[in-house]
């Protein structure tokens, strides 16, 4: 085995053993951009994790983000309290949906340009 192919078994073992996606989706080319962001929660305080952060910004608060396009699944990434998502993608159109506890997660539509990074809040209403 190449000493290339064991470093990215390497590294993939190591993203499965943390639970967490890579946050690469359908980049591959060179003709990608950057999206990251963090869920937060709007209209309650979210659960064991203090309201607002500094200066009154939201929390990034633990969930799943889950890129898609066309209707499939490009990229996910499983996120703890405080964590922000990244991912690299294809220039195109993309819908971010979230899970967070039992928060009702909206949708985010955003688009990639080429060499552009956009930074997204996915927002989950807690009652």
Not at 6 to 24: E, F, I, P, T, Y
Not at 29 to 44: E, L, N, Q, R
Not at 111 to 123: I, L, M, S, Y
């Amino acid at each position: 085995m190449g000493a290339a192919l064991a470093l990215a078994l390497l590294m993939q073992a190591g993203a499965v053993a943390c639970g967490r996606g890579s946050g690469v989706g359908d980049g591959g080319g060179g003709a990608t951009g950057v999206v990251t962001g963090a869920i937060v929660y709007s209209g309650g305080p979210p659960p064991a994790v203090e309201a607002s952060g500094s200066a009154g910004e939201p929390v990034a608060v633990a969930g799943t983000v889950v890129v898609r396009r066309g209707g499939g699944e490009v990229a996910r990434q499983r996120l703890g309290d405080g964590e922000r998502f990244r991912f690299v993608l294809a220039a195109g159109a993309y819908r971010l949906e979230a899970r967070s506890g039992d928060a009702l997660c909206e949708p985010s539509a955003v688009t990639v340009a080429v060499g552009e990074e956009r930074d997204v809040r996915v927002v989950c209403q807690v009652k």
